[in-house]
């Protein structure tokens, strides 16, 4: 083979290292080097799933920055590497072993479902204490090594089954349709949900259409949504892909309801969705006006360091990141992968940074208490609902 | 049936999309003997400028639609002088010019993943009506209207002036031997930029109107574009402008009835096993012609 030219070269290494800045795997030390301790966290910051991947990782590095300020930990500080999964599982399984033959202490992972599935034996495998910060996937938790303080909005009587509850009691619903995100099973397994909750209540489930994470084009879908006139329609789906279809439902004349996950609660997707959302509702797991004061404490520090309130992906973020710390301080210092894993099963209750306190049953975080229901309005603001 | 005449008109909306990226996903492997893989990036990037400046400038729709192929076939042009005339220059044949489109396809894409950030967008509203035209009882929104007459203005403008012109003449001869182009007194290299030029003008065309279709801006509206066009391109064949409409407009339809009749989960197999199909059996698709080379 011939040489290529120097401009050829040059392009070929532009794109290696554009790409490898992209995907920078960790880089980390031991677990703990002097009185650093260090943590991975595998987490999509580019690719399709980016604008809920880049607020979870600044909620972690507002909780770091909050841990480290403080001396929570004494004298020992956080040093948390973050790998760019790009929303690829086999990058993010890939990533997560690196972390685990570099020696860090412990891992954030599992911002989607699709990265989650196999992190469960791989955790057990490496007996390496990890934190699940948002996949839904049901069944991850699985104690002393996976644990996910998030709580789950398909669990039965949980924010799904609220919502659903509360439309069908308001809105005179007697039909629906749900539409999924086929190839993500946390979003499947909601609209499992959300189906049982709206057919336990009388409601004609007419059709579950599928879509899948790399589609844009909803054109098909809505013309099928419309055609059958539904009173309701439930989106399992990202938020922005919710937006796209609701939007397109309201162009097509579709005067229906329109319930959503709460991916469709964060500011971004009014940019897709715009004036069409009016009206949509959904769970409001954290909300930043909050008055807690775990709240304002989080909103403050994420502000002053990033520019921009923070939404409930960033809410994400730092709650896996204080959870472990917690987990760091019940194990004592120079703590092990295994008094962290035995310190984070003793972990009974944890305070969201939405204010509420979860019981951790089982390393999954369970709340009683009744989820807050928002809608959005016409001119980008939200309201409770009804 | 009134379902399925809906259906219909959508797939032919998204076929044309597919048929107007193929004609400059073909235009430049015909004649540039290039499988630009970049092409895809190249689509992104006409609708950056065109979402920036509607977004930022606030500039009407139809302005941004030209910065936007203008944009992207600067791309083009400057992909052509710094990546593919160098490999032209050296031989380095098809291999070469695949592993450089792969490295502009890269760059291209984390560029616009740091320009536009990570949140999906959309072309703000009001940019372009939305609400869809009553004809005779369907729903056909004004972006699918915009969308054929792209498709008919590019087919028409490039039929003619690949067919009538001096210079179409020359872009199909350099496509078989750059030098005979020279002996009719036009300078191959002219002839190589505007090809790239053209087809990634086009592609970046069928970016904006993509944006605008879909309502959605992303770094990665384009990489669906590209996966479709290739599969026209081989199936109408390679550089045949009424294959890839064909070919595209098909796919756009096969889909459309695939995801309303069967399942979404079976849209992208009946696509790839098409494709598949006619690499086995026609390898030089619809319209193209079997090369038959002798030892």
Redesign the interface.
Same mark, same amino acid.
């Given at each position: 083979?011939?040489?290529?030219?120097i &401009? /050829?070269v &040059?392009? !070929?290494a532009?794109? #290696?290292l #554009?790409?490898g800045?992209?995907g920078a795997g960790p880089d980390t030390g031991g677990e703990t080097t002097g009185n650093v301790i260090k943590i991975g966290m595998v987490n999509p910051?580019?690719?399709?799933v !980016?604008?809920a991947?880049?607020p979870i990782a600044q909620g972690a590095q507002t909780a770091v920055k909050e841990i480290n300020d403080s001396g929570f930990l004494g004298d020992a500080t956080i040093e948390l590497t973050i790998s760019d999964s790009e929303g690829d599982p086999a990058k993010a399984i890939s990533q997560y072993k690196g972390f685990d033959s570099d020696g860090v202490l412990g891992v954030i992972c599992c911002s989607i479902s699709s990265e989650a599935g196999s992190f469960a034996q791989l955790a057990a495998t490496a007996q390496l204490p990890t934190v699940a910060n948002g996949a839904t996937l049901a069944g991850l938790n699985a104690p002393p090594y996976i644990y996910r303080p998030l709580v789950l909005p398909a669990d039965p009587g949980g924010m799904y089954s609220q919502v659903a509850e509360a439309v069908v009691a308001e809105a005179d619903v007697t039909t629906a349709v749900v539409v999924e995100t086929?190839d993500n099973e946390g979003n499947v397994a909601d609209a499992n949900q959300w189906i049982a909750d709206l057919t336990s209540k009388g409601v004609d489930v007419l059709q579950t259409?599928?879509?899948?994470q !790399?589609? /844009? %084009?909803?054109?098909?879908?809505v013309?099928?949504i419309?055609?059958l006139d539904p009173d309701l329609v439930v989106f399992s789906t990202q938020g922005?892909k919710s937006a /796209?279809m609701i939007?397109?439902l309201r %162009?097509? +004349?579709f005067t229906g309801l329109t319930a959503s996950s709460y991916g469709v609660a964060v500011p971004?997707v009014w940019?897709? +969705?715009?004036?069409s959302l009016e009206g949509t509702i959904f769970p409001l797991p954290f909300s930043p006006i909050s008055d807690s004061e775990r709240t304002k404490t989080f909103v403050a520090d994420y502000q002053a360091q990033w520019g921009v309130e923070p939404d409930l992906y960033g809410a994400q973020g730092y709650n896996a990141m204080w959870f472990l710390a917690e987990g760091i301080k019940a194990a004592g210092p120079g703590a092990d992968r295994e008094a962290l894993a035995q310190a984070l099963a003793g972990l009974t209750e944890f305070e969201l940074a939405s204010g509420n306190v979860v019981k951790m049953v089982d390393g999954q975080a369970k709340l009683a208490d009744k989820v807050i229901i928002a809608q959005w309005n016409a001119d980008g603001t939200q309201s409770l609902w009804p | 049936m009134e379902l399925l005449l809906q259906q219909l008109i959508n797939g032919l909306s998204l076929g044309s999309l597919y048929a107007i990226f193929a004609i400059g996903f073909g235009l430049v492997f015909a004649n540039m003997g290039i499988l630009n893989v970049a092409q895809g990036s190249v689509a992104t990037w006409g609708m950056i400028p065109a979402y920036l400046l509607t977004y930022y400038a606030h500039l009407p729709f139809w302005l941004a639609l030209i910065a936007g192929v203008v944009g992207a076939g600067i791309i083009g042009l400057i992909a052509e002088w710094l990546a593919f005339k160098p490999l032209r220059d050296r031989n380095a044949g098809m291999l070469g010019s695949i592993i450089v489109a792969v490295g502009i396809w890269i760059i291209l894409l984390n560029l616009a993943e740091l320009v536009l950030g990570p949140n999906p967008t959309a072309m703000p509203e009001g940019t372009f009506p939305s609400a869809p035209l009553d004809v005779l009882g369907f729903q056909i929104p004004p972006v699918f209207i915009l969308n054929w007459l792209a498709l008919a203005v590019v087919v028409v403008g490039l039929s003619v002036f690949l067919a009538k012109t001096r210079f179409g003449a020359a872009i199909r001869a350099v496509g078989f031997k750059p030098e005979a182009v020279s002996i009719v007194g036009v300078d191959p290299r002219v002839v190589f930029s505007v090809i790239a030029f053209m087809a990634a003008a086009i592609a970046g065309l069928a970016g904006v109107l993509t944006a605008v279709s879909t309502n959605n801006v992303s770094p990665i509206t384009g990489e669906g574009l590209m996966l479709k066009g290739f599969a026209a391109v081989v199936i109408g064949g390679f550089g045949n402008i009424r294959g890839a409409v064909i070919a595209g407009i098909g796919i756009g339809v096969l889909e459309a009835l695939t995801m309303q009749y069967l399942s979404s989960t079976f849209r992208d197999a009946i696509t790839f096993g098409l494709l598949l199909l006619f690499l086995l059996v026609r390898p030089q698709g619809i319209f193209g012609e079997l090369k038959v080379s002798r030892a």
């Open positions: 083979m011939k040489p290529f030219r &401009a /050829t &040059a392009v !070929a532009s794109a #290696l #554009l790409a800045c992209a910051m580019t690719g399709s !980016a604008w991947g880049v086929a259409i599928d879509t899948f !790399a589609d /844009t %084009d909803f054109t098909v879908a013309t099928n419309v055609s922005p /796209t939007k397109g %162009d097509r +004349g971004s940019e897709v +969705g715009g004036s | -």
